[in-house]
Nanobody, 125 residues
Framework: QIHLVESGGGSVQAGGSLRLSCQASTYIDSYFMAWFRQIPGKEREGVAA???????TYYADSVKGRFTISQDYNNTLHLQMNSLTPEDTAMYYCASTSKYMSASRRLHFSEYSDWGQGTQVTVSS
């Protein structure tokens, strides 16, 4: 099991940017890693995913063109969030799995086995 720790959340005005980071406790080559977000009373929503073995990326339609997922070679996952709107307000979670999954499943929370504790993002209008 991988231990994941998120950071970088905070409060920002609409139109602003934030960069989230997720530090993994071990080498994350050939893993699917993803960012999810959740607001109270709603299901956890997949935002972006990446396959660390080849850097293929996947995005929810709601964030395409605004968010960018990336990895660095220090076992860290990032989510650059630009042009933020109040609808992006949520708790953001980092997740990982070593299991292969089809493209249609890569933003489904049930496919991921390891989770961070979350970091809050609040966007004000």
């Amino acid at each position: 099991q991988i231990h994941l720790v998120e950071s970088g959340g905070g409060s920002v005005q609409a139109g602003g940017s934030l960069r989230l980071s997720c530090q993994a406790s071990t080498y994350i080559d050939s893993y699917f890693m993803a960012w999810f977000r959740q607001i109270p009373g709603k299901e956890r929503e997949g935002v972006a995913a990446i396959f660390t073995g080849g850097a293929a990326t996947y995005y929810a339609d709601s964030v395409k063109g605004r968010f960018t997922i990336s990895q660095d070679y220090n076992n860290t996952l990032h989510l650059q969030m630009n042009s933020l709107t109040p609808e992006d307000t949520a708790m953001y979670y980092c997740a990982s799995t070593s299991k292969y999954m089809s493209a249609s499943r890569r933003l489904h929370f049930s496919e991921y086995s390891d989770w961070g504790q979350g970091t809050q993002v609040t966007v004000s209008s």
